[in-house]
């Protein structure tokens, strides 16, 4: 199949599935006119690939689940590299969270102090939060 066919049956662009080629999670042959030629199995491994990185894991990442993305990625051991993969990730998104939290309370505690509460929650216009020196 060719990538628009690709993309169309797994929801995806040809942009995306370029980009997987590139970092060697799908492949494909090209045909007398260039075009990018892909097996029909391949659709399996991009609804794979799309499943793994909509649970916030990196094409990085998804490498090290590249024995089982032929199949059903979600059906079968789990592997330790797989599961110190998905822990670290979710380390890394758990640290990016308490960031933004803690920004966002350093921002509605300036709020407060500008007596700007209730204006700055429901979003009708702008604070008078007074910009640093």
Same mark, same amino acid.
């Given at each position: 199949?060719?990538?628009?066919?690709?993309?169309?049956?797994?929801?995806? /662009?040809?942009?995306?599935?370029?980009? @997987?080629? =590139?970092?060697?999670?799908? /492949?494909?042959?090209? !045909?007398?006119?260039?075009?990018? %030629? @892909? $097996? !029909?199995? /391949?659709?399996?491994? #991009?609804?794979?690939?799309?499943?793994?990185?909509?649970? &916030?894991? /990196?094409?990085?990442?998804? +490498?090290?689940?590249?024995?089982?993305?032929? &199949?059903?990625?979600? $059906? &079968?051991? #789990?592997?330790?590299?797989? %599961?110190?993969? $998905?822990?670290?990730?979710?380390?890394?998104?758990?640290?990016?969270? *308490? *960031? =933004? #939290?803690?920004? +966002?309370?350093?921002?509605? !505690?300036?709020?407060?102090?500008?007596? &700007?509460?209730? +204006?700055?929650?429901?979003?009708?216009?702008?604070? +008078?939060?007074?910009?640093?020196?």
């Amino acid at each position: 199949m060719r990538i628009g066919e690709l993309a169309e049956a797994t929801g995806t /662009t040809p942009r995306a599935l370029r980009h @997987y080629e =590139q970092a060697g999670l799908i /492949t494909s042959e090209r !045909a007398a006119n260039g075009y990018r %030629l @892909y $097996a !029909a199995a /391949t659709a399996v491994r #991009v609804r794979n690939v799309r499943h793994l990185l909509d649970v &916030g894991l /990196t094409l990085d990442d998804v +490498r090290v689940f590249l024995p089982c993305l032929d &199949g059903d990625v979600m $059906a &079968g051991p #789990v592997s330790e590299r797989a %599961l110190t993969v $998905a822990a670290d990730r979710l380390a890394v998104l758990e640290a990016r969270i *308490a *960031a =933004q #939290v803690a920004v +966002r309370d350093r921002l509605a !505690a300036a709020l407060r102090e500008a007596g &700007g509460e209730a +204006r700055g929650r429901r979003g009708r216009g702008p604070s +008078r939060v007074r910009p640093a020196a």
